[in-house]
């Protein structure tokens, strides 16, 4: 019991940093759009104009989000095999521990495969002109896109192993419940009268 829970908090950890970390990719994104369109600031003091200080801005975000993606890749390697290995430590939960055994190759094969060629196409278009770097712009964007559904896939695993393990539990408890309010209760001792 103990170790499904712990294997609920470790999903819940997973799905919801993976969550929270697309967000933020998004939002760090459109927080450099927003800080272009105030009037010069930092930005128009610049030795580049305000075009190249995007560019710059845009890039430097870019470069951070893909070395956090990165990283996060690899924590969750760590949480996958983990989770695997306890559900594995239990029989009744052993054949469940194929799904974060899946989830877990999912992340390396974006590991392995889509997070490198990410940021090698926006290290290689980001200083482009916006028609310059079109076949790697759409590269990049393909593969943005596989990546998304990639993820997207490995966060519904992780839903529906946690609602599976959440009801299983309950049902387990109610089901001992009911079995132990219809038991009879034990006599009491007669004791003999003088």
Not at 75 to 89: K, Y
Request: glycine residues 6%; proline residues 4%; charged residues 15%.
């Amino acid at each position: 019991m103990r170790i499904r829970r712990l294997v609920c908090f470790l999903l819940g950890v997973w799905v919801g940093i993976s969550l929270i970390l697309a967000l933020n990719a998004y939002l760090t994104f459109s927080a450099i759009d927003e800080v272009m369109r105030t009037k010069p600031g930092l930005w128009g003091a610049s030795v580049f104009g305000p075009d190249h200080f995007r560019v710059m801005l845009r890039y430097t975000a870019g470069v951070g989000i893909a070395n956090m993606f990165d990283t996060w890749e690899l924590i969750q390697i760590g949480i996958g095999l983990t989770a695997a290995a306890l559900l594995f430590l239990e029989s009744s939960t052993r054949m469940l521990s194929s799904i974060p055994s899946a989830m877990t190759l999912l992340v390396v094969f974006l590991h392995v495969r889509i997070t490198p060629d990410l940021a090698w196409l926006h290290r290689l278009y980001a200083f482009q002109t916006w028609t310059g770097g079109m076949i790697s712009r759409n590269q990049f964007w393909r593969l943005h896109a596989i990546y998304e559904l990639v993820d997207l896939v490995k966060c519904l695993f992780g839903i529906v192993l946690v609602l599976f393990l959440f009801i299983g539990q309950t049902a387990r408890h109610v089901r001992r419940r009911r079995h132990h309010s219809e038991e009879p209760l034990p006599e009491a001792p007669h004791v003999a009268s003088r």
